[in-house]
Nanobody
Framework: QVQLVESGGGLVQTGGSLRLSCVVS????????VGWFRQPPGKEREFVAA???????TAYADSVKGRFTISRDNDNTLYLQMNNLKPEDTAVYYC??????????????????????WGQGTQVTVSA
């Protein structure tokens, strides 16, 4: 059974840092687009960052550029380093993946609806 498991969420003060991890079991991320999304309280799920495993392209939402960094350790683990956190970053953060079938440009993989494998989410709360 293929599944994604996120970890690393928690409570942090404004300006603090957290690193989220996402581990896939049952297969690897090789050939996938893999992304981080978040759902703030009372709002829709939104794109945060994504990467194409085959060519290392990355993309970020404007709201997190310069503060968040997506990276990986091997073919099974994805990270999201979050620095200078703000209260508006409070959300449940999800890892998601999809086979790279929409082309080799990361800009084609920014929409929530494209992703078909999701983790259970991890809560990030940033206090003022």
């Amino acid at each position: 059974q293929v599944q994604l498991v996120e970890s690393g969420g928690g409570l942090v003060q404004t300006g603090g840092s957290l690193r989220l991890s996402c581990v896939v079991s049952g297969r690897s991320f090789s050939g996938d687009a893999v992304g981080w999304f978040r759902q703030p309280p009372g709002k829709e799920r939104e794109f945060v960052a994504a990467t194409l495993w085959s060519n290392f392209q990355t993309a970020y939402a404007d709201s997190v550029k310069g503060r968040f960094t997506i990276s990986r350790d091997n073919d099974n683990t994805l990270y999201l380093q979050m620095n200078n956190l703000k209260p508006e970053d409070t959300a449940v953060y999800y890892c998601a993946s999809v086979a790279r079938r929409f082309g080799s440009d990361i800009r084609y993989y920014l929409e929530v609806i494209l992703y078909d494998l999701w983790g259970q989410g991890t809560q990030v709360t940033v206090s003022a």
